[in-house]
Each structure stands twice: as structure tokens, then as C-alpha cells.
Nanobody, 125 residues
């Protein structure tokens, strides 16, 4: 079992920045591929970014590439999502997810076994 706890969401003005954190427990953190997903009201959950076990490999959705940065600190059992140049269309509930079975940095929700509770990010115009 892996427990994921997210923090850092909030309200920010367009063009601003937020950093989300996802703290993991229950399993050796370095064995987990970790991804971020988001879901806006009335829309399907979409992939945002993923990071490899070591933190060297990353993969981003085109919609956030160049604006968001995913990183991890395995010593702290934490993955971060630095969100810069935020746009109103970034408004969503952001979820941290972990894949303990494969090393694939996949965009599919089905590839991730563990999910955080979600944290609301609201970007005002």
C-alpha cells in the first residue's frame, strides 16, 4: 500500500506560480514512478507530467510543457510540480499518482495504482 498526500494547491492569479507537493509513505519511494494528473469540472482526468524512479526522466503533456516542472526528492519521499505562467485553463483538481509496477512514464490513468486525494488549483483571470 502506498499513501500519497498532496499539498500546495490554492488560488493564484493568471501568470502566477504554485508548487504542489506529493509526499509518499508505505513503500520505498524510489521504486515508484510518479505522475500528476488534473481534472477540471465537467472534463475527464488528463495527464500532466510524470517522473522516473530516479528523477532523471520526465514526461510532460503538451499543454504544460515549458511551464510546469516535475521533480522529486527521494530522500524526502516527495514529488513536486512547479507550475509557472499559470493560465485559467489550468484550473483543476490536481492528483498525484504512483506506479509501482513498471518504469513507464505513461500518460494513462490506468497505469497508476495509487492516487492522492487531490488538491484544488484555481487560476483567476
Amino acid at each position: 500500500q502506498v499513501q500519497l498526500v498532496e499539498s500546495g494547491g490554492g488560488l493564484v492569479q493568471a501568470g502566477g506560480s504554485l508548487r504542489l507537493s506529493c509526499a509518499a509513505s508505505g513503500r520505498t519511494f524510489s521504486t515508484l514512478v510518479v505522475g500528476w494528473f488534473r481534472q477540471a469540472p465537467g472534463k475527464e482526468r488528463e495527464f500532466v507530467a510524470a517522473i522516473s524512479r530516479s528523477g532523471v526522466g520526465t514526461y510532460y503533456a503538451d499543454s504544460v510543457k515549458g511551464r510546469f516542472t516535475i521533480s522529486r526528492n527521494n530522500a524526502k519521499n516527495t514529488v513536486y510540480l512547479q507550475m509557472n505562467s499559470l493560465k485559467p485553463e489550468d484550473t483543476a483538481v490536481y492528483y498525484c499518482a504512483a506506479n509501482g509496477r513498471t518504469r513507464r512514464l505513461g500518460p494513462g490513468s490506468e497505469e497508476y495504482d495509487y492516487w492522492g486525494q487531490g488538491t484544488q488549483v484555481t487560476v483567476s483571470s
